[in-house]
Nanobody, 116 residues
Framework: QVQLVESGGGLVQAGGSLRLSCVAS????????MAWYRQAPGKQRELVAT??????TNYADSVKGRFTISGNAKMLVYLQMNSLEPDDTAVYYC???????????WGQGTQVTVSS
């Protein structure tokens, strides 16, 4: 099993920045990729960014140029969020998966609130 713990959420004004962290523990040697998802009130959970063990990254169009995912995709992943907008308000979840698997491991989430 893999356990994921997020931290770094909070309240910030529009235009500000936050850095989220996610630490993985347990059977991390099998992990191949990690990701950040978010879920706003009344909306479906959406993919924000992914990073693979090889360092490849991918972003949702809505965050390109503002958010940066980094880390080693096995133990630790970060999400640097700049130029935050009220629409970025959501609970942010860290996720991880093994090679060829779906996103099978999830953290408990951390709240990000952006005030206008």
């Amino acid at each position: 099993q893999v356990q994921l713990v997020e931290s770094g959420g909070g309240l910030v004004q529009a235009g500000g920045s936050l850095r989220l962290s996610c630490v993985a523990s347990g059977s991390i040697f099998r992990l191949n990729a990690m990701a950040w998802y978010r879920q706003a009130p009344g909306k479906q959970r959406e993919l924000v960014a992914t990073i693979t063990g090889g360092g490849s990254t991918n972003y949702a169009d809505s965050v390109k140029g503002r958010f940066t995912i980094s880390g080693n995709a096995k133990m630790l992943v970060y999400l640097q969020m700049n130029s935050l907008e009220p629409d970025d308000t959501a609970v942010y979840y860290c996720a991880a998966r093994r090679l060829g698997a779906l996103w099978e491991y999830w953290g408990q989430g951390t709240q990000v609130t952006v005030s206008s």
